[in-house]
């Protein structure tokens, strides 16, 4: 792959580089389209947080249930997060992010 390198003026919208666009296929694509491929991506977004959330407990050294009680969530919603089935929000998600980067804290803090 080839990278070429570009000078732009965000002002100035002539300096943007011409973007490659197959005008036939983005005419052909329907609603349906859209959705199936949002479908997906929500799908892959998923499966990231389930092995976000995986590696984070087993960097730990921690059984499901084990890390359920240590961060005092019920064990399906720990299993439902490695299985993709849900996804960890608000402050499940910045516990998890915190377990992440400074697990000693965090487990001292939660002891």
């Given amino acids: 792959m080839k990278t ?3 000078k ?12 490659r666009v ?10 349906h389209d859209i959705q199936r491929q949002k479908n997906a991506d929500d799908a892959a977004a998923l499966l990231d947080a389930a092995k976000f959330a995986k ?5 730990l ?9 240590r961060i005092e969530v019920p064990l399906d919603t720990v299993r439902n997060w490695e299985q993709g089935k849900r996804r960890p929000t ?6 998890l ?3 992440d980067k ?3 804290s965090a487990l001292l803090v939660l002891s």
Avoid: C, H, M, W
């Fill in 55 to 59: 590696r984070v407990r087993v960097r």
């Fill in 22 to 31: 197959d005008r036939v296929k983005l005419d052909a694509t329907t609603e």
């Fill in 4 to 6: 070429t390198r570009v």
């Fill in 90 to 95: 608000g402050a499940a998600k910045a516990l």
């Fill in 8 to 19: 732009v003026d965000l002002n100035d919208l002539s300096t943007f580089p011409k973007g």
């Fill in 61 to 69: 050294g921690l059984t499901q249930l084990e890390f359920s009680s």
């Fill in 97 to 99: 992010k915190i377990l």
């Fill in 102 to 104: 400074s697990p000693e």
